[in-house]
């Protein structure tokens, strides 16, 4: 299985909170585009998680695609609060050292459309760029920031 986000920093600080999903289809490993580890998700009004959408406040799926505790119960955990380092796959190019970042709903990652980060161009700043993918074994470090 690829590891499409890993935490560099403490995970013990960071507050993880678990929401049901709107579309329980996106916890299905054998679904068409189901959600996987990194990316990054909104809460609709019914305070449910739906995929990212560009431009907005979101947060980082924190469980591992196929977990068959997400499927049994339909529920999916994000990193909710406090500011933590993380490495991700599930990003677009382009961002500088430094660069602020932001959610992509139009993030290709395996040939699937993901929601993930992006350089920021409108919107809240979810983060900044701490290592790049080129000195990072292809994965985007970033600092998130948004608490």
């Known amino acids: 299985m690829v590891v499409n986000f890993a935490l560099t920093s403490d995970l013990q600080l960071v507050l993880r909170r678990d929401f049901q999903l709107a579309d329980r289809t996106l916890a299905n490993p054998n679904g068409t585009n189901p959600l996987i580890d990194g990316e990054f998700v909104n809460l609709n009004s019914a305070y449910q998680i739906i995929r990212g959408v560009s431009g907005t406040l979101g947060w980082a799926v924190f469980a591992e695609r196929g977990r068959f505790d997400v499927q049994a119960i339909g529920k999916t955990t994000v990193l909710f609060g406090q500011t933590y380092e993380a490495d991700t796959r599930v990003f677009t190019a382009g961002a500088g ?31 900044y760029v701490t290592r790049l993918p080129a000195n990072n074994g292809g994965k985007l470090r970033f600092l998130q920031t948004l608490v």
């Open 97 to 127: 050292l430094l660069g602020a970042l932001q959610i992509s709903d139009s993030v290709s990652l395996d040939g699937k459309t993901k929601s993930g980060l992006a350089t920021w161009s409108s919107g809240p700043v979810i983060g």
